[in-house]
T-cell receptor, first 114, second 110 residues
Framework: AQSVAQPEDQVNVAEGNPLTVKCTYSVSGNPYLFWYVQYPNRGLQFLLKYITGDNLVKGSYGFEAEFNKSQTSFHLKKPSALVSDSALYFCAVRDSNSGYALNFGKGTSLLVTP | KAGVTQTPRYLIKTRGQQVTLSCSPISGHRSVSWYQQTPGQGLQFLFEYFSETQRNKGNFPGRFSGRQFSNSRSEMNVSTLELGDSALYLC?????????FGQGTRLTVV
């Protein structure tokens, strides 16, 4: 079985400050991890993924994420937040043993204030 | 390159009716998956098709079905609609390990 937890429903950060959106996962095989962003009334936009290799993954729009196997975490980070980063963020996992279905977390709403 | 296209964008249906949603994947992508997004349950996997064959299915009742055509376009059908089927239905086409999502079809059941 595979699962994803996003412990925070909402994260508030001031523009220019660093942001972190947390994600932990549980899989039986090797994890394939993803972050997506969703703007109102839109689909999901891909930000970044971890399949294998370096634990620090760089993605779109200045976002990055750190894979931590011992803590089973894949937190999303950005050094300096923008107001336009305000959106709903989803962490997703795919288990290498379970086909290509993505298992999503419940989402974290990020609000960046000027 | 065009992205994933879903039609229609919005639908209003009455309880008991059936509905068909359409998805055109990115050119060259042979895998199409469908997801349901609701405020209460979040994003849930419905099914995946690859080369016209269903490869994986989520935990949804048999009222939810799909198919894929030889050009990789996919349709999903929901029969005997219930109020709880109101949701944003998202389609994704996949190449290798990465899924690309369409903008979704917002279905409202009244």
């Amino acid at each position: 079985a595979q699962s994803v937890a996003q412990p925070e429903d909402q994260v508030n950060v001031a523009e220019g400050n660093p942001l972190t959106v947390k994600c932990t996962y549980s899989v039986s095989g090797n994890p394939y991890l993803f972050w997506y962003v969703q703007y109102p009334n839109r689909g999901l936009q891909f930000l970044l993924k971890y399949i294998t290799g370096d634990n620090l993954v760089k993605g779109s729009y200045g976002f990055e994420a750190e894979f931590n196997k011992s803590q089973t975490s894949f937190h999303l980070k950005k050094p300096s937040a923008l107001v336009s980063d305000s959106a709903l963020y989803f962490c997703a996992v795919r288990d290498s043993n379970s086909g290509y279905a993505l298992n999503f977390g419940k989402g974290t709403s990020l609000l960046v204030t000027p | 390159k065009a992205g994933v296209t879903q039609t229609p964008r919005y639908l209003i249906k009455t309880r008991g009716q059936q509905v068909t949603l359409s998805c055109s994947p990115i050119s060259g992508h042979r895998s199409v998956s469908w997801y349901q997004q609701t405020p209460g349950q979040g994003l849930q996997f419905l099914f995946e098709y690859f080369s016209e064959t269903q490869r994986n299915k989520g935990n949804f009742p048999g009222r939810f079905s799909g198919r894929q055509f030889s050009n990789s376009r996919s349709e999903m059908n929901v029969s005997t609609l219930e109020l709880g089927d109101s949701a944003l239905y998202l389609c994704a086409s996949r190449r290798d390990s990465q899924a690309f999502f369409g903008q979704g079809t917002r279905l409202t059941v009244v």
